[in-house]
């Protein structure tokens, strides 16, 4: 099969076409002929960073850990697929995992589900990590009917998908960004916009909420803004963290008795545990894509085979709208 492989690490570091042995599929897992592979911020991390990520995989690596494509062969023990269907997944890419920027991927058949009906598969290789990240965030902080719920990041990868699960749950949700076209996208999809640049928390705290502070803050950006975060809270709300790598003063966490989520999404991988979990939610996410509620939106931008380093940059430059694709 033809695949793209790094011989070494960096931010430029040259994906190179190469041949290399067709996957067989093991016990457990599926094969499947790739048609579509996203690129999140993970894996331009992984690239750039290589061994300094305990994540890494070892060199000559296979990154791409979203795809979509079509189940060619069944290993032994595995049920619910077959020779033909459509698929989705998020399920390599990482330490001794091989990745999706090949011909084919022998995935482990726990983290992948039947590709939405309603989406291509350009669209469904979009949604895997950002959507069980933006699923397992808004579940572990209990969001229902009537909550409200603060996205910041709501026109990122993982933050336009939550701004629609928490419509979808019954919330009434606020979302942060900056210029234009970030803000037309928040209210297009149905939350009120947020511009973090011109806006104070307390003055949008004061607006949304009547001064109470949110029921749930989603954060995707992390970081110092975690500090925002926790100022939009209400007293006892909750806090759900996707970039959590940060040394920061926990008092006001403290003083209003706030809970905290640190959502990981890459753990089943990269432990061999609760891999089920992702298949499970990746039905979820493929049943509400279905229904009209979870469309993930999808960079303009095309990319193929021979330009996979173009489609990692236009996604770290921050040119990127909506989530980056490189079809197969």
């Known amino acids: 099969m033809k ?5 070494s690490y960096g931010p430029d570091a040259p994906f190179e076409l190469v041949e290399m042995p067709d996957p067989v599929a093991t016990s457990g897992h599926v094969v499947i002929k790739v048609a579509a592979v996203s690129v999140n911020t993970v894996d331009t991390m992984i690239r750039s960073m290589g061994a300094d990520l305990p994540l890494s995989p070892q060199l000559p690596a296979v990154l791409g850990m979203d795809f979509a494509g079509t189940v060619i062969a069944i290993g032994d023990g595995v049920t619910g697929f077959a020779v033909g269907d459509e698929v989705y997944g998020c399920a390599g890419g990482l330490m001794d995992l091989p990745g999706s920027l090949a011909e084919y991927i022998n995935a482990d058949a726990r983290l992948i589900a039947h590709k939405p009906k309603s989406l291509t598969m350009r669209e469904a290789a979009a949604l895997p990590l950002v959507g069980i990240t933006a699923y397992e965030g808004l579940s572990r902080t209990g969001v229902g009917e009537g909550q409200t719920v603060l996205v910041h990041g709501g026109a ?3 933050g336009h998908v939550a701004v629609q699960i928490a419509r979808h749950l019954g919330a009434t949700v606020s979302a942060t960004g900056r210029g234009a076209d970030q803000m037309a996208l928040i209210e297009g999809l149905g939350a009120r916009a947020v511009d973090f640049t011109t806006e104070k928390v307390e003055d949008y705290v004061a607006e949304h909420t009547g001064g109470i502070g949110f029921d749930v803050v989603f954060d995707s950006v992390g970081g110092p803004n975690m500090t925002n975060s926790f100022n939009a809270a209400k007293l006892n709300g909750h ?10 003063d926990l008092t006001p966490v403290h003083f209003k008795g706030l809970s905290l989520h640190v959502v990981f999404m890459l753990l089943p991988m990269m ?5 089920q979990t992702h298949g499970d939610i990746l039905k979820s996410l493929a049943d509400l894509a279905d229904t009209g509620a979870l469309k993930p939106i999808v960079d303009e931008q095309l990319f193929g085979w021979t330009d996979v380093g173009a489609a990692y940059a236009h996604l770290t430059n921050g040119t990127a709208v909506g989530k980056v694709v490189v079809e197969l």
């Open 271 to 275: 432990h061999d545990v609760g891999q």
């Open 3 to 7: 695949a793209l492989v790094l011989s």
């Open 156 to 158: 990122g990868g993982v």
């Open 239 to 248: 806090v759900a963290s996707t970039v959590a790598m940060v040394e920061i």
